[in-house]
């Protein structure tokens, strides 16, 4: 199992990490990952790797057997990272800031709209969350100012663990309908929203997310689309 190093500090920019092993179809994995693989909606961290003088740009990352993290760099340089190789990770940190700030702010978001979640995608551009919601909400500039004002807060952002049997006995933790928490350690991680004196949101994720919700900044909603005869696509774009 590749130990996900963005779980213990998101802003982590650089570490260093080792080959273990390659993969068929041309990916590498290493003992340890900065990089964030693609699940939950939440597209993956890019960057490049640092061996021997030597920039390999990171072209992909996803979820491989056992828990591992499978890093998909150039073709033309893989064969500089043979197994033991040591390399440095490097992530693009403006991707991985907004992917932060966006997948906190849609927590926000099944917040303001306490409805449940059908599906969700986060980018560096943009993010969205679907909604079992046959009708569209009647205001959506009311929704834009309660999501701003929770923002605007700078409400705290942690995160404890449970471990499953908890969470099998707390099943209204879990908000989203489509993706469930990832299982087989034992132990889920939980994000947690709150102030000095109230919990605002408490749900399972494997994201990566900011410290505090201000550092998400002004958003706006965009389109609200129908997805589905109980669904409702609701976007979200940052106003800067």
Known sequence: MTEPLFLQDAYQKTAQGRVVAHTSDGGIILDQSLFYATSGGQACDLGTLEVAGHTIAVLDVRKGDNRD???????????????????????DWTRRYAHMRYHTALHLLSVVIPRPVTGGAITDAKARLDFDMPEAPAD????????????????????????????DANPDLVKTMSVQPPRGTGKIRLVKIASA???IDLQPCGGTHVAKTGEIGAIRLGKIEKKGKQNRRVNLIFAD
């Open 197 to 199: 004196t109230d919990q």
């Open 69 to 91: 993290i499978v890093i998909y760099p150039d073709p033309a340089q893989v064969d500089a990272l043979s197994v033991g190789t040591e390399v440095t990770q490097n992530i």
């Open 140 to 167: 959506k500039e009311a929704i834009e100012r309660a999501l701003n004002d929770l923002i605007a807060q700078d409400l705290s952002v942690s995160e404890t663990w449970i471990t499953d049997a908890e969470l």
